[in-house]
Nanobody, 126 residues
């Protein structure tokens, strides 16, 4: 059984930092993209950052590039999103997701990610 369990959300003031973690289990192999998506109330879900488990350059949406960093701990099967210089517009529910067996992160299009965590709330106040 595939399981993605997020942790690390919370509330922070603008300019602060948070670290999200997602432990991934149940795959028989890990040749896939692991990513973070977010959805704010009344808005569509958007891909925030993604990283293939075999390495390579991570993908970031423009609004977080330079502020967020995604990494993958191979030994712990955990994907981490370090979020710095947080802005009020970063407030959303953040979801960890895994693609199917793949060589790319599919431009962070959600339709290619078939496995999802339950989400963790990030709230940034001014």
């Amino acid at each position: 059984q595939v399981d993605l369990v997020e942790s690390g959300g919370g509330s922070v003031q603008a300019g602060g930092s948070l670290t999200l973690s997602c432990h991934v289990s149940g795959f028989t192999e890990y040749n896939r993209c692991l990513a973070w998506f977010r959805q704010a109330p009344g808005q569509e879900r958007e891909g925030v950052a993604g990283l293939h488990t075999t390495g390579g350059s991570p993908l970031y949406t423009d609004s977080v590039r330079g502020r967020f960093t995604i990494s993958y701990d191979n030994d712990e099967n955990t994907v981490i999103l370090q979020m710095n210089s947080l802005k009020t517009e970063d407030t959303a529910m953040y979801y960890c997701a895994a693609s199917g067996n793949s060589l790319t992160c599919h431009g962070l299009l959600g339709m290619y990610f078939g496995y999802w965590g339950q989400g963790t709330q990030v709230t940034v106040s001014s």
